[in-house]
């Protein structure tokens, strides 16, 4: 992003092998390639801004997502081979969490909690030079969506069409349940 602005990177968001906070975009990202800085974790780098505990946090994800799957982590899914500079894959271990709320507290309660905090955070008081809105987690995407919905949906670009049929007419069961894909019509 910073990159296609031409501006620089916000102070704390990287750091290099030297633990020299960077800001300076473009070397940023010649210096990723080779392994010689880092995204620092939310909070950023030291403990000013609570970094201490991004770091706990992005510790805990990467913990979930590899150790149930015995997967790889850190270098091995960088993407790129170090020795080359030629891309690798990534195979990326995933963690999902579900929690039946009904098991702590009545679906009514849980709901009306959520939703007061939810109301309070798009509530606060905003900055006077902010865009004039408080986002919550998944409002922007609603928005889109909704959006997309009332413009007919999505549209989907031919070559998954074209995989999206050779799926449906090849995988038992897909032609009964998908009849007809809304871009056939």
């Not at 620092?40 to 799957?69: H, I, N, R």
């Not at 008081?125 to 909704?146: H, L, M």
Request: charge should be neutral.
């Amino acid at each position: 992003k910073y990159a296609r602005e031409g501006v620089d990177t916000p102070r704390g968001a990287v750091i290099d092998d030297q633990g020299v906070e960077r800001t300076d975009t473009e070397g940023i990202l010649r210096d990723m390639v080779l392994g010689k800085c880092a995204l620092t974790p939310l909070g950023g780098a030291g403990d000013k801004m609570g970094g201490y505990k991004g770091y706990g946090w992005a510790a805990t994800v990467e913990l979930l997502s590899t150790a149930f799957q015995s997967g790889p982590w850190g270098e091995d899914i960088c993407g790129l081979d170090r020795a080359t500079g030629k891309p690798k894959p990534m195979p990326l271990g995933h963690f999902f969490l579900a929690i039946d709320v009904e098991k702590l507290c009545p679906l009514d309660t849980f709901q009306k909690n959520a939703g007061e905090f939810l109301q309070a955070l798009r509530d606060s008081r905003k900055a006077p030079t902010g865009p004039g809105r408080i986002w919550t987690a998944g409002e922007p995407e609603n928005d889109a969506r909704v959006e997309r919905m009332g413009q007919g949906g999505m549209k989907v670009p031919v070559p998954l069409q074209k995989n999206m049929l050779a799926l449906r007419d090849t995988r038992p069961g897909l032609k009964e349940k998908y009849e007809k894909f809304p871009f056939e019509e």
